[in-house]
């Protein structure tokens, strides 16, 4: 089965500074890769994703990459703020269907 | 629009009791919904999904006979958690999709603690 490996788990920036999580997959059939950002006792948001026919996605200050070959995919977020403080989830689709499987978490922690 | 409740966002029972939560989709019919267990510090490990009308497809080393989930509707998925014990407690989420699409809406989840 799929299996999505995730770093780094804890990740501490100053505020402005960029931050990168990345996240890999086993699945070679795995096609939908979404990120998500949860606040503690909240519920899961998602912040972008991508397709497998997509190298790259931006919105704002969040970027995601994909590097199918390689079966790895990253979050970039630029000019850090406090608010971006909580833990985020990567996802890689089962196959070509609508299941997930999460990986563990990065907590990011912006410092001011 | 895309919004999914949950009922109730917390509650407490004690040990050999049943639970039942509720997910609802507010603005759309969802086809699938999903069931999700978080832990303290874990990430989202999925417990089921299900589609509106049939029964629901468990994860491995879920119990089904435990965790009863029914999807009457297209907009309502019920989880029952029975005879809860202790170690059962945890963070309940579900998510709905719609027919064909990948992106999942979760509700605000339901905070299980058994007694």
């Known amino acids: 089965g799929e299996n999505v490996e995730q770093h780094p788990s804890t990740l501490s920036v100053q505020e402005g500074d960029s931050a990168v999580i990345k996240c890999t997959y086993s699945d070679s059939a795995s096609n939908y890769f979404p990120w998500y950002k949860q606040e503690l006792g909240k519920r899961p948001q998602l912040i972008i994703d991508i397709r497998s026919n997509v190298g790259e996605k931006k919105d704002q200050r969040i970027a995601v990459t994909l590097n199918k070959t390689a079966k790895h995919f990253s979050l970039h977020i630029t000019e850090t703020q406090p608010e971006d403080s909580a833990v985020y989830f990567c996802a890689a689709s089962l196959g070509g269907g609508q299941n997930f499987v999460f990986g563990p978490g990065t907590r990011l922690s912006v410092l001011p | 629009g895309a919004v999914v409740s949950q009922h109730p966002s917390w509650v407490i029972c004690k040990s050999g009791t049943s639970v039942k939560i509720e997910c609802r989709s507010l603005d759309f019919q969802a086809t699938t919904m999903f069931w999700y267990r978080q832990f303290p510090k874990q990430s989202l490990m999925l417990m089921a999904t299900?589609?509106?009308?049939?029964?629901?497809?468990?994860e491995q080393g879920v119990e089904k006979d435990k965790f009863l989930i029914n999807h009457a509707s297209l907009t309502l998925s019920t989880l029952t958690v029975t005879s809860a014990h202790p170690e059962d407690s945890s963070f309940y989420i579900c998510s709905a999709s719609l027919a064909g699409q990948y992106e999942q809406y979760f509700g605000p989840g339901t905070r299980l603690t058994v007694t």
């Open positions: 299900s589609n509106e009308g049939s029964k629901a497809t468990y």
